[in-house]
């Protein structure tokens, strides 16, 4: 039965193109965006995933910034006090000479404090965006340890944990410490490896910081504190290659950790992308395809529109 009201072929043919081009705002969309999951409409599943660790790449990308900032400041500190343990033992080297009866200690203490002012400098200017691990201030009586952000991490439960990487410069219970320098303002009770209060074999307090040889005699007692100063500095010579080699450690774990984050972060978007990339190989394929289809939807439906006007045709 022919229909002026209905056409059957017409509707079929119509609803065809449709389809057709509904695939074509799809493919051109992911063919534009790069995405086959760009909202959460395409899939929500796959859109919530990806979401989420694009954003805890983020995080990631912070750390990292942060694990730079911590080698840097790890970097600094070991650079200052490995050009400390040249200058102490320079000043070693002084007072050994000064052991030497009859030598003008005067002139060897004019060395030595030209050494010791150079050591304030080189603590005081080891310092990167703020920090300086080569200066302490134990008033407090505590511990004091810096945490380098190096890590963010999220369980099955959707809980996040932010990693630190910490690095102790002062130990309250032992006294032991990495730093030169201790503000503290109570002179007995100073940490710093170089303003420390020692006591010389004639019982007088001093500080590899403060030390002075030039009203010393070549009396018994005199050169027998001369030795104390040797032993003191040859003492602390050994803690600062010690506190060298923990800012040493401290600044490989860091580099290591940096390295790890940064593979981690290409991983992730690499997972992400797995997820969510369209193929664009597939969809330029699919593209040709859905054109040649809405072309000939097109023709089909001209076609189908046509034959009711055969209808006319019976009433000439």
Do not use: C
């Amino acid at each position: 039965m022919s229909s002026i009201n209905t056409n059957i072929a017409a509707n079929s043919a119509l609803q065809a193109l449709t389809q057709t081009q509904k695939g074509m705002v799809e493919t051109q969309s992911r063919i534009a965006t790069g995405y086959r999951v760009a909202t959460a409409q395409d899939n929500a599943a796959y859109w919530s995933i990806a979401t989420t660790m694009r954003s805890d790449n983020g995080a990631l990308s912070t750390v990292k910034d942060a694990l730079g900032l911590g080698s840097a400041t790890a970097d600094v500190a070991y650079t200052g006090i490995n050009n400390s343990i040249k200058l102490l033992d320079q000043i070693k080297q002084k007072l050994v000479a000064a052991r030497e009866p009859g030598v003008d200690r005067t002139k060897i203490q004019s060395d030595i404090s030209a050494l010791q002012n150079q050591l304030q400098s080189t603590a005081d200017t080891a310092s990167f965006s703020g920090q300086n691990w080569l200066k302490i201030d134990s008033t407090a009586g505590t511990d004091i340890t810096k945490a380098i952000v190096s890590s963010f991490s999220r369980d099955s439960s959707n809980a996040v944990t932010v990693g630190t990487i910490s690095v102790s410069l002062y130990t309250a219970s032992s006294g032991d410490t990495t730093a030169l320098y201790d503000a503290n303002t109570t002179a007995s009770a100073k940490a710093g490896l170089l303003d420390k209060q020692q006591t010389a074999t004639s019982g007088a307090t001093y500080t590899i910081a403060s030390l002075d040889i030039h009203s010393l005699t070549d009396s018994t007692a005199d050169l027998a504190d001369l030795d104390s100063y040797i032993s003191t500095v040859d003492s602390t010579i050994s803690k600062m290659t010690a506190a060298a080699t923990t800012f040493g450690s401290v600044k490989s774990r860091i580099d290591l950790q940096k390295t790890f984050v940064s593979d981690l972060m290409t991983t992730v978007d690499t997972g992400v992308g797995q997820l969510v990339d369209a193929d664009m190989n597939e969809e330029s394929t699919k593209l040709q395809a859905l054109q040649t289809k809405q072309s000939l939807g097109i023709q089909s439906l001209s076609i189908a529109n046509q034959s009711s006007q055969s209808i006319l045709r019976l009433f000439q």
